[in-house]
Structures are given as structure tokens and as C-alpha cells.
């Protein structure tokens, strides 16, 4: 370990950056030249996520491309993906994936990497988002606008899995979250409205109409709004059980369209 090295971990501790040492090596490994270093570092001591100064995130073991001013995919995500997983490979050979809200396409990436082969459609409403996500679902197909507004009407009745990452805070708590997320991240990505379930809501209502028979819906939600998830998803006439894991503190709805 260097000097400069040490020097560099220090800075990024003092700024408040928890593991320190951890992204001073992945900043060193990133750059490709001294100046792109120090300009790399400037960022992130100025508060800007890391995944944006690095370009990418790790997802479920994959290296997700992430542009500034787009959502940056959560560990806690992984536990949604492990679940559409297990139910994917139930299904039909080729399964017709759609991810709403996809953001930069990490769970349509992730789960498709998993499968032997996925008909693969993802929407997102945030230009840049949408820009993100083809840049990662080279072998997907991209919509941008609200929801299924842009969706092929092809897909209806057709889609096995459905999953989805909506915002869900509630919009007296975005205030609360963390400075690199509230400042860098698009409010549109976080804020889910008064109880945090605004567009979890439409994603619900809208789902049976484009799920296949004894395809599946996968929500992420909070821990606290799982109860009134659930309720939404057999008040659109689909069978709902919760899942949640302690170990990445992730708790999912899913709905099976019978």
C-alpha cells in the first residue's frame, strides 16, 4: 500500500465514505489515467454516489452499467431476483419477462442472465433510465413512458414474469433518506406518494391484464407496506403471498395470476 494510496483512503473517510479503503481501490482500478483518478475522487468527496463515478453497480454478480442521474440498483433487489428466478424456470421453455420501473435494466439483466433464454421487455419513464437499461439489455427490448403505456399490445396475456422495483418511499420520508440518494438520484425513482404505494398500486392494477395464465407478479415493497401490498394485489384478483428476508432486509409481494 502506497502513500498516495493512504492518503486517498483517508480523504474518502473523512468525507464520510464508510468503507474507505473498499472504494478507494475500485476508484484506482477504474481510472484509466492520474487526472481521471482525481477527478473521480473529486466527485465522490463532493457526496456523488460511487456507482455513478465508477459508471457501473455489482448486481447479482454482474456489472450494471449506471449513469448519473439514474437510480442505482440495491443489494436488497438481489432477494426479488432469487424469487422470479425460481418461479422463471417453472414455467414455459422461454419465458416472457417484463420489467417495469426497470430503471437502468439491473433486474431484467440479472434475471435473464439466470435463464437459459427469456423473451425480455423492460419500461421506464426517465429518459436517462430508459437510455441506461438499452445499454445493459442488449438482447431486450426497451420502452420508454409510463408503465405499460408503452408496452406492444402483443404482450398482453403473454407475460410469465413481471417484476417490478417501484418507488416506495413515502413522501415525508424522502427527506430522511440518505444525501447521495436524495441529491442524485431522480425524486421520480423514489418518492411512491402519502403511504409510499402510489405506483405500486397502478403497477398492481394494471398486471392481470397483461399476465399470462399461472404467471407471476413480483413486487418490492417495505416490510411495513407489505400487508396493504398484499391486499392490492387479491383485490385485483390475483393469488398473493409476501416474502421477506432478514438477511438483506428485502421483502417482496407476489401475485400468480390462476
Not at 463532493?46 to 465508477?54: M, T
Not at 411495513?224 to 421477506?244: C, D, K, P, W
Amino acid at each position: 500500500m502506497t502513500a498516495a494510496f493512504d492518503t486517498l483512503v483517508t480523504r474518502l473517510r473523512a468525507a464520510g465514505c464508510v468503507f474507505a479503503e473498499d472504494e478507494a481501490q475500485l476508484l484506482v482500478s477504474t481510472a484509466a489515467t492520474p487526472e481521471e483518478l482525481a477527478a473521480m475522487v473529486e466527485r465522490r468527496v463532493a457526496g456523488e454516489p460511487l456507482q455513478h463515478v465508477l459508471g457501473w453497480a455489482e448486481f447479482c454478480g454482474l456489472r450494471v452499467v449506471v449513469e448519473p442521474g439514474v437510480f442505482v440498483p440495491r443489494p436488497r433487489t438481489e432477494f426479488l431476483i432469487r424469487q422470479a428466478v425460481a418461479l422463471a424456470r417453472r414455467v414455459v421453455a422461454t419465458p416472457v419477462v417484463l420489467d417495469l420501473c426497470c430503471g437502468s435494466g439491473a433486474m431484467g439483466a440479472a434475471l435473464a442472465a439466470e435463464l437459459e433464454r427469456a423473451e425480455l421487455h423492460a419500461s421506464d419513464l426517465d429518459p436517462a433510465a430508459v437510455r441506461c437499461a438499452q445499454r445493459n439489455l442488449t438482447a431486450g427490448h426497451v420502452h420508454e413512458g409510463d408503465l405499460y403505456e408503452p408496452l406492444p399490445a402483443t404482450l398482453r396475456g403473454r407475460v410469465d414474469i413481471l417484476i417490478a422495483s417501484p418507488p416506495y418511499v413515502p413522501s415525508a420520508s424522502v427527506a430522511l433518506l440518505p444525501a447521495d440518494a436524495r441529491l442524485h438520484e431522480p425524486l421520480v425513482a423514489l418518492d411512491g406518494g402519502g403511504d409510499g404505494l402510489d405506483v405500486v398500486r397502478r403497477v398492481i392494477a394494471g398486471a392481470p391484464r397483461w399476465l399470462a395464465p399461472g404467471g407471476h407478479l413480483l413486487v418490492e415493497t417495505g416490510e411495513r407496506q407489505a400487508a396493504a401490498t398484499a391486499e392490492a394485489v387479491a383485490a385485483a384478483g390475483l393469488a398473493a403471498r409476501v416474502a421477506h428476508s432478514e438477511e438483506l432486509d428485502a421483502t417482496a409481494v407476489i401475485g400468480t395470476r390462476l
